[in-house]
């Protein structure tokens, strides 16, 4: 009698274990399956912004039905690197690495955010308030901020305004420094760290709105033409229903109560959907850029040159 009960007890301890080792796996298997989106954040979101951020994300895992994650990083090209490795699928990035060739390439134009109605905005070159300088010559032998090497408004365009002039940046300033920060930059130049800087306008008026007095400090002296707002991307090789859902909801936003919120927050109208072709200009002054300064380089080493010997 003790072995029949025993043999059951097996039995019934066989089905048990063999019925929690089944649910672990289910447990296991959803959990891979709920694996939060990741996506990329650069200095296009500024500290201003970042309370926003836990609230946006929840908002856009509850749009998609699943949990979505932000990944900040202080640079464009780590991002771009966790774009190109699949660590990410989503980021919100800048026009000049959009437009930069890549083989193969590995992301896609996803939506541009609309800002004062339209999906550009400007460089601003800027200088303290109570300083001379008047154009981005004025700032010869001077310091200079940039945002990130590869940012279209805090790079780009004041190296292609100088390489148009046969100059560099190297030979144009005295010093240059990254902040990887267009808010930073702004701060830069209204403590006067920096003579002038380069920053995306967006930042600069957001900023002007929410911190008057910092930005009180400074003074625009030029201001580019508009280009492609800086762009939200997709990793190629993501999946296409994801990749859907997240266009469908960003597009959305303008429509929707909560998400009108959270656009007032980011002060934008909404993302919408642009075609590639809106950052032909910033692609057309990259290859410009690319073509002078071998030109730029060789006229400042001869007026060097001629410099040294007059000495």
């Not at 193969?104 to 300088?133: M, N, T, W």
Request: with cysteine; proline share 5%.
């Amino acid at each position: 009698m003790i072995r029949k009960w025993a043999a059951y007890f097996v039995l019934i301890l066989g089905t048990l274990v063999g019925a929690l080792s089944v649910a672990y796996a289910g447990h296991v298997e959803n959990g891979d399956a709920r694996k939060p989106i990741q996506f990329g954040l650069t200095a296009v979101v500024v500290r201003e912004n970042l309370r926003f951020l836990d609230q946006w994300s929840q908002y856009l895992s509850e749009k998609i039905g699943h949990p979505v994650e932000f990944v900040r990083r202080k640079s464009y090209r780590e991002v771009m690197d966790l774009l190109d490795s699949g660590r990410i699928d989503f980021a919100w990035i800048c026009g000049y690495p959009f437009i930069e060739k890549r083989d193969p390439e590995f992301i896609q134009l996803l939506s541009v955010p609309v800002y004062a109605g339209r999906p550009l905005y400007h460089s601003f070159i800027i200088v303290h308030k109570d300083s001379p300088y008047r154009t981005i010559e004025d700032l010869e032998d001077k310091v200079f901020a940039f945002s990130d090497p590869e940012s279209n408004s805090g790079y780009l365009f004041p190296q292609f305004l100088l390489a148009s002039q046969g100059k560099t940046l190297e030979g144009h300033f005295r010093q240059t420094f990254f902040t990887y920060s267009h808010a930073e930059t702004v701060e830069a130049v209204a403590e006067q760290v920096a003579n002038g800087g380069a920053v995306d306008s967006y930042i600069w008026e957001y900023l002007n709105d929410k911190r008057p007095a910092l930005v009180g400090k400074t003074r625009v002296i030029q201001k580019s033409p508009a280009f492609g707002f800086p762009p939200v991307v997709a990793r190629i090789g993501a999946d296409p229903k994801m990749v859907q859902k997240m266009k469908d909801v960003l597009l959305g936003m303008s429509n929707d109560l909560e998400g009108k919120k959270f656009l007032a927050g980011l002060k934008l109208d909404g993302f919408g959907d642009s075609p590639p072709e809106l950052f032909d200009s910033i692609r057309d002054m990259a290859a410009k850029t690319r073509k002078a300064l071998p030109w730029a380089t060789a006229a400042e080493r001869k007026k060097n040159e001629m410099a040294a010997g007059k000495e």
